[in-house]
């Protein structure tokens, strides 16, 4: 999987490459990183990459001329290594990124993705080069280098050997549409506060139980859109287990 990532600011991408999980999967090859910058395909002296906006306002626009030659050479690149040349486009506009999305991406050789700054991209850029539009939620951040951190760092961790234990992303939130349990470590008491005792049993049945129910009253409480979102998904295939559960959850609240 390798990923073509066009920023003003490459040096941003040091958090992925440098750092944790996605350093070490780096390192053992599982993916690339590729850093394209638009100021490096500009035609003036100053490496101009942005003007004022049409009808005016506040701020300005990236330039389609220095982002469209540089996708167009991130592509060529992709082509040479028979990848292929979907351009994704990190912006508060987009489509919410989900856990579903991530992983048809991990499944894939990756993609360009595209960071915009300041006001945004040249509108003719997006209907000529982008294929489609991805957001972290409904709020905006600076550019979209942050976003596309997150996007690789979610599908880096999802290839096969790319975590110690690859239980790990098995048992994360989101994987089965719920979230996931609460956690626990040493000491077992923490200012007054004792780990439950059922996680200091060695029971491993009870355990399992008690981390599905977890899960599941951490979503209805934390997340009840989602949880109706898995409960409609799952009217005709809960177990007896879950619906089991679920009727201890019911009558817990009710007490």
């Not at 920023?7 to 350093?23: H, N």
């Not at 856990?99 to 209907?127: F, K, N, P, T």
């Not at 979610?154 to 956690?183: I, K, M, T, W, Y």
């Not at 129910?213 to 859109?225: C, M």
């Amino acid at each position: 999987m390798r990923f073509d990532v066009v920023t003003l600011f490459p040096e941003m991408f040091a958090a992925v490459t440098d750092c944790g999980i996605t350093r070490r999967a780096l390192e053992r090859g599982l993916w690339q990183l590729e850093s394209w910058n638009p100021r490096d395909r500009t035609e003036n002296v100053h490496r101009t990459v942005d003007d004022r906006p049409f009808g005016g306002g506040p701020g300005m626009v990236m330039q389609a001329g220095p982002l469209e030659r540089t996708v167009d050479a991130a592509k060529a690149a992709r082509e040479e290594k028979g990848l292929d040349g979907r351009v994704i486009y990190l912006s508060p506009q987009g489509q919410p990124l989900t856990h579903a999305r991530v992983m048809e991406l991990a499944a894939g050789s990756g993609a360009i993705l595209l960071c915009g700054r300041y006001e945004g991209v040249d509108e003719r850029l997006i209907e000529r080069c982008v294929d489609e539009e991805l957001s972290l939620g409904d709020f905006v951040l600076s550019g979209g280098e942050v976003a596309a951190l997150a996007l690789i760092d979610a599908c880096v961790r999802q290839l096969p050997g790319a975590l110690n234990d690859a239980g790990s992303a098995v048992e994360d939130s989101f994987v089965d549409g719920l979230l996931d349990c609460p956690h626990y470590t040493r000491p077992e008491v923490y200012e007054g506060m004792p780990v439950p005792e059922v996680l200091l049993s060695g029971h491993h049945e009870n355990i399992r139980r008690w981390r599905l129910k977890q899960s599941l009253l951490r979503t209805r409480e934390r997340r009840p859109e989602l949880f109706a979102k898995w409960l409609a998904q799952h009217a005709h295939s809960l177990s007896r287990e879950e619906t089991q559960l679920l009727r201890e959850i019911e009558a817990d609240s009710n007490e």
